[in-house]
Nanobody, 120 residues
């Protein structure tokens, strides 16, 4: 099992930026790692992932605004969020051990989440 701890959430105005971090207890090789989010009253949705090949994948809501990256030397996953909108308000979670990009049910280990609130 991998322990994951997210940080970097907070309150930001529309058009602003945030960088979320996800510190892992160890590097997970050969699986997908990703970011997901869940807003109140809505289902969890995939945001972005890094595939075992190193390539990235993004949901439509993230394309052109969010960037996922990782630094394996410090076992940390990042999500750079630019030009945020009120509809980006949600709890953001990182996950590892995935077998597909944006399907949350295919991931094994999850963090506790970090809240992002975007005001207009």
């Amino acid at each position: 099992q991998v322990q994951l701890v997210e940080s970097g959430g907070g309150s930001v105005q529309t058009g602003g930026s945030l960088r979320l971090s996800c510190a892992a207890s160890r590097t997970v090789y050969g699986s997908y790692v990703g970011w997901f989010r869940q807003a109140p009253g809505k289902e969890r949705e995939g945001v972005a992932c890094i595939k075992p090949s190193g390539r990235t994948g993004y949901a439509d809501i993230a394309k052109g605004r969010f960037t996922i990256s990782q630094d394996k030397s410090v076992n940390t996953l990042y999500l750079q969020m630019n030009n945020v909108r009120p509809e980006d308000t949600a709890m953001y979670y990182c996950a590892t051990g995935g077998t597909s990009c944006l399907s949350g049910r295919d991931y094994v280990d999850w963090g506790q989440g970090t809240q992002v609130t975007v005001s207009s």
